[in-house]
C-alpha cells in the first residue's frame, strides 16, 4: 500500500475531493462526447470515459507515489462515470443530438481547470518543489484527455492543436502556487486558480487565441 | 521494492501463476499474430508480443503498489515469450501461413478470460473493494491488448469493436467475486471464472454477438 | 515516497547522473526535431521534448519502485529541456531548417546508448536480474521514442523499423552487465556499454543495416 500524503485540513481534503470529483465528472462527460462523435459501441464509450475521468489523477499518484487512488477513496464518483457512461449515450440519441468535436470542449474546459489547480496542490502537499507541482498540474489535466484521444486514434490537441490548452494548466498551476506562497489559504488557492484557469480556456476557445506555429 | 500481497494459500498462488502463465503465453501469441499481419520486423513483434503479455498485469500490480511483477518473480515466463516471438514467425513463415486480423482473436479470448479472473482475485486479495477489483480484472484482461492495438495504429478493439470483450471481462470478475462471496475457494472461484469468460468471449465470436450500437 | 536504491559510490552516481542527463538532453532534441516536423504548435513541441527525454526513465523507475525520479532529484534538467523547446523550434525557424524525419535519428542515436546502458545498471543495483536489468534497459532507452512517435501518430519506429534498434539497447545492456560480471568498475562499463550501443546505432544508421522481414 502507498503511503498517504501529509496530513492536511479536513476542509482542504473535503473541498479537493469535490473539486475533483467535478472534474472527474466533467472528463467523463467530454470522453462520452467524444466516443459519441466516433461512433464507438457502448462499452468503448464507457471505457472512454473512465479513462478520460481518472487517468489524469491516477498517474499524478503514481508519479507522487502517493495512495489511495481517488477512484479508490471515493468510489461513488466510480459509480457516478459508470451511470454517466450508460446515460449519456442514451440521453443523446433519445434527443437526437448529433455530438460534435466541439461540444467536447466544453466540459474538457472545466475539467482542465480543477484538475491543473487540485494536481498542483496535491503535489505541493506531498512535499514537491514548485516546478514539479505545476509539471503534475499539467500531468493531472492533460493526460486524460491525451489518452482520450490516441485512442480515437487523433494526434492529441495538447500537442497538435495551436491553442491555448496546456500554457493554461501551467499557468493555473503557478497561480496556485503563487497565492499560496502569498499566505492564501490552500482552498482559496486552489478555486481561484481553478476558477481561472477555466475562464482563460473558455476564452481561449471563444476568441479563438492561438499559439504562434510555424508560419 | 513493493510490499507483497497479504499471504495466501501455496495451492492459489501455485494455481494462479500457472494460469497467469497461460494467459501470458496465449496473449503473446496473439501480439505475434498482430505484429506478423502488419508485417512488422522480428525485433518489433517481440516487443508487441512482450508488451501485449506482461502489460495488463503490470499495470494492475503498479496500480495496487504490489509487487513483485509476476516477470519479475517468474522470470522462465519472460523467456518462454522470448521463444515464442522468435519461433513464432519462422514457423509462420515456413508454413506459408498469412495470419488475419481474425486468428489473433482466438489466444486473445484465452488470455481475457484467464487475466480477467485472476486480476480480479488477485485485487481482492489485496483487499480492494469488489467494485475496484473487478475493474482491476478488466485492466488486466484489456491493458496489454489496448497496448497492442495502440502500437499498430489502430483503434483498439476494446473501445471500438462492437463486440462483447471488455463487459465480458467486467462479467467474469464478478463471477469470481461472486462465487468468493458464496464461499467458494478462491482457486475453483478463478478457474470458473475464467472458463465461463473465455466461453463466452468465444461465442461472441462465433455467433458475432454485438453491443447496441448508435443506429 | 519511493526508498532509494542500494547505496552506490558517489562516483557512480554522478557519472550516472551526468550520462542521464546528455540522454535526457539528446531525446528532448529528437522530440523537438520530431515535433517541428510534425509542425507542431510551441507548446505541443515541447509537451513531446518533455515526454521523449524523461518518459523511459520515469517508467523504469515506476517498475522498480525506485525514487526519487531523475528529473525531481536533478530539477536542473527539467529546466534544459525547457530551454531546449522554447530556443530549438526558434532556432531552426531563424536558420530557415527544415527538420526532417532523418535528422531527428542522430540525437535519438546518442540517448539509446546512453540510457541502455544506464537503465540496465540502475536495474542491476536495484537488485533485479541480468534479463530484468537488461529488459529495463531496453524500456529506460525505446519508452520516450515510442511515446514521441505514439503522440504524433505514427507506428512506432522501434516496432515498424526493419532498422537495428531495440535490439542494440538490448546487446548495450548485457555488455553493460557481462563487464560488470567480470569485474570492470561499474562507472567503466556503463561508458563502454554507452559507446558501444551509440556506435553500433550510428552504424546501422549509416549503413543501413536491416532486420530479416516477411519476404
Redesign the interface.
Same mark, same amino acid.
Given at each position: 500500500?502507498?503511503?498517504h500524503g501529509s496530513p492536511v485540513s479536513d476542509t482542504l481534503t473535503l473541498a479537493l475531493v469535490i473539486l475533483e470529483g467535478i472534474g472527474v465528472l466533467a472528463f467523463a462527460a467530454s470522453g462520452v462526447l467524444a466516443? /459519441?462523435t466516433?461512433?464507438?459501441?457502448?462499452?468503448?464509450? /464507457?471505457?472512454?470515459a473512465?479513462l478520460t475521468a481518472f487517468g489524469g489523477g491516477?498517474l499524478r499518484d503514481?508519479?507522487l507515489?502517493r495512495?489511495p487512488?481517488f %477512484?479508490?477513496a471515493n468510489?461513488g464518483w466510480? %459509480?457516478a462515470v459508470l451511470v454517466l457512461a450508460i446515460v449519456g449515450?442514451v440521453f443523446l440519441?433519445a434527443q437526437h443530438i448529433e455530438p460534435t468535436a466541439k461540444a467536447m470542449q466544453w466540459p474538457d474546459a472545466v475539467g482542465l481547470g480543477l484538475f491543473a489547480a487540485s494536481g498542483t496542490q496535491v503535489a505541493l502537499e506531498s512535499? /514537491?518543489?514548485p516546478?514539479?507541482s505545476t509539471?503534475m498540474g499539467v500531468v493531472t489535466a492533460?493526460f486524460g484527455g491525451?489518452i482520450r484521444d490516441?485512442?480515437?486514434?487523433?494526434?492529441?490537441w495538447?500537442?497538435?492543436? !495551436?491553442?491555448? !490548452? /496546456?500554457?493554461i494548466a501551467f499557468a493555473g498551476g503557478w497561480l496556485v502556487w503563487g497565492l499560496g506562497a502569498l499566505g492564501v489559504a490552500p482552498v482559496v488557492a486552489v478555486a481561484v486558480g481553478a476558477v481561472v484557469a477555466m475562464v482563460l480556456r473558455i476564452l481561449a476557445i471563444v476568441f479563438n487565441w492561438r499559439?504562434?506555429? %510555424?508560419r
Open positions: 500500500m502507498r503511503g466516443g /459519441a466516433k461512433r464507438l459501441d457502448v462499452v468503448g464509450v /464507457a471505457v472512454i473512465f491516477t503514481v508519479l507515489d495512495g487512488f %477512484w479508490v468510489e466510480v %459509480w449515450p440519441r512535499g /514537491a518543489s516546478l514539479v509539471l492533460v491525451m490516441i485512442l480515437v486514434n487523433d494526434i492529441p495538447v500537442v497538435s492543436s !495551436y491553442q491555448l !490548452y /496546456a500554457v499559439l504562434p506555429g %510555424w
